[in-house]
């Protein structure tokens, strides 16, 4: 498994993609299957890894000569394994100097102009995993392999009430600082149901600083928290302790690991029917998908209608790692064969 050079794994804070290669490189050794990743020298994912970078280049995200020589020294690394899974962006080009060996890739990002371009180029030699059908139909022309929904290990979560911390209920946001995620929306819908909000958020490019300057920030006071980004640790303290978890995208979200990960906690989803929320909150099960604002709103006052339990017995159930591990086993086998 070659993982991205940009945070370890898992990741210390931000990471979804980081985060669902550990579970799958968890998930994989736990089956009783072999796992080499190929990762960062300050990862901790307890199965064999392997590096050049001896720390994640975070400050240089997305720029191709650090991807470069991290991809080049991989798949020296990885060139005898039976499959070899890259998620990484230019792995899947540079695979095509190892004749015969067999490379998946999971393509974590939207299919907008760009990326459609490069995985055309490369779908008839690589396999794509794809995370959702709502990512899938945005390139019906692009041939994917498999649709795979991500998991996450239930046990690993706490199990909250949803009560709250020293200072009363409160909803959260999570995510990054971002318009489509809509952060902005998240303190408006809190604040029109009269309810606290805490959230947490990755801030670090200049867009989003701008962003949280001009369109969070005048929002903030305290009813209106911004915590800044969180450890994983104090991530689970939130999702365990909130009301509900406030989902408000307004784009094609390819799938969004906070929702299943907030139902790890027990915690219900509110979110606009868009990208992959409906393939992942049961509507009236394990959390409410609400057509606007004033939808949203009035769905914070019909939490009580939902059981906690629910929530968390999806994720034991269907987006479990269990689960994303067997699946991707199956597409694994099939290109060996």
């Known amino acids: 498994m070659i993982a991205p050079p940009w945070a370890p794994i898992p990741p210390q804070l931000y990471g979804g993609i980081e985060l669902v290669v550990d579970q799958l490189a968890r998930g994989l050794q736990a089956a009783g299957h072999e796992v080499l990743l190929y990762t960062t020298g300050d990862s901790t ?46 792995g899947p080009f540079y695979s095509e100097h190892f004749p015969g060996l067999p490379v998946a890739t999971t393509i974590h990002g939207p ?5 459609t371009d490069l995985y055309r180029a490369t779908a008839d030699r690589v396999p794509l995993i794809a995370i959702s059908h709502a990512q899938r139909r945005a390139a019906p022309e692009i041939p994917i392999a498999r649709v795979i929904h991500h998991g996450v290990d239930a046990s690993v979560f706490p199990v909250g009430d949803g009560g709250g911390d020293e200072d009363g209920p409160y909803v959260l946001f999570l995510g990054r600082m971002a318009h489509d995620k809509g952060a902005h929306r998240a303190v408006q819908i809190a604040r029109a149901a009269g309810i606290r909000i805490l959230m947490a958020a990755k801030m670090r490019e200049p867009w989003e600083m701008r962003y949280f300057a001009e369109d969070v920030e005048p929002l903030l006071g305290p009813e209106a928290q911004y915590l800044g ?33 907030a139902m790890a ?42 059981k906690r339990s629910d929530c968390r017995l999806a994720v034991e159930g269907y987006f479990s790692t269990n689960r994303m591990v067997a699946e991707h086993v199956e597409l694994f ?5």
């Not at 299919?111 to 990326?115: D, K, R, S």
């Not at 992959?276 to 509507?283: I, L, S």
């Not at 086998?333 to 064969?337: A, C, G, I, K, T």
Request: proline share 7%.
């Open 229 to 261: 980004e969180v450890s994983h640790e104090r991530k689970l303290e939130l999702l365990a302790g909130a009301s509900a978890l406030l989902f408000p995208i307004r784009w094609n979200e390819p799938f969004g690991m906070v929702m299943i990960e």
């Open 45 to 90: 994912c307890p199965v064999p890894r392997q590096w050049v970078l001896p720390t994640a280049e975070g400050e240089r995200i997305g720029m191709a000569v650090p991807e470069i020589r991290h991809v080049i020294h991989a798949y020296e690394a990885v060139k005898t394994c039976d499959v070899v899974h890259d998620h990484t962006v230019m």
């Open 333 to 337: 086998e099939s290109m060996v064969r």
């Open 111 to 115: 299919f907008n102009e760009e990326l």
């Open 265 to 306: 906690c027990g915690t219900p989803v509110l979110a606009f029917p868009e990208g992959a929320a409906p393939e992942v909150v049961d509507d009236g099960r394990t959390g409410f998908l609400c057509e606007d604002d004033a939808a949203m709103v009035e769905a914070i006052g019909r939490l009580g209608e939902l």
